[in-house]
């Protein structure tokens, strides 16, 4: 069975940080391409970072604040948020990705307010 959960979002304070995990299980974790999505109220789901055998990619607005690393010993992802923003609040999802099957996690909220 295909399990992706995340784990570490949370309420924070504009300028705070915080590490989102996600743990796989029941694939092979290390063939796909892993990636974080972020859903805030009223707009469409958008990719925040990637990670693959490539290299990284991240959305401009969160260039030099996030950073996304996975462990594939552990069969898990993270995203390092830093310098947390009131717009970054959303619903963060853990999404693997090939080119024959694709995986998504059920979410966690971040929020940033004060």
């Given at each position: 069975?295909?399990?992706?959960?995340?784990?570490?979002?949370?309420?924070?304070?504009?300028g705070?940080?915080?590490?989102?995990?996600?743990?796989?299980?029941?694939f092979?974790?290390?063939?796909?391409?892993?990636?974080?999505y972020?859903?805030?109220?009223?707009?469409?789901?958008?990719?925040?970072?990637?990670?693959?055998?490539?290299?990284?990619i991240y959305?401009?607005?969160?260039?030099?604040?996030?950073?996304?690393?996975?462990?594939?010993?552990?069969?898990?992802?993270?995203l390092?948020?830093?310098?947390?923003?009131?717009?970054?609040?959303?619903?963060?999802?853990?999404?693997?990705?090939?080119?024959?099957?694709?995986?998504?996690?059920?979410?966690?909220?971040?929020?940033?307010?004060?």
């Amino acid at each position: 069975q295909v399990r992706l959960v995340e784990s570490g979002g949370g309420l924070v304070q504009p300028g705070g940080s915080l590490r989102l995990s996600c743990a796989a299980s029941g694939f092979t974790f290390s063939y796909f391409a892993m990636n974080w999505y972020r859903q805030a109220p009223g707009k469409e789901r958008e990719l925040v970072a990637r990670i693959s055998l490539a290299g990284t990619i991240y959305v401009d607005s969160v260039k030099g604040r996030f950073t996304i690393s996975r462990d594939n010993a552990k069969n898990t992802v993270y995203l390092q948020m830093n310098s947390l923003k009131p717009e970054d609040t959303a619903v963060y999802y853990c999404n693997a990705w090939r080119s024959t099957a694709e995986y998504w996690g059920q979410g966690t909220q971040v929020t940033v307010s004060s």
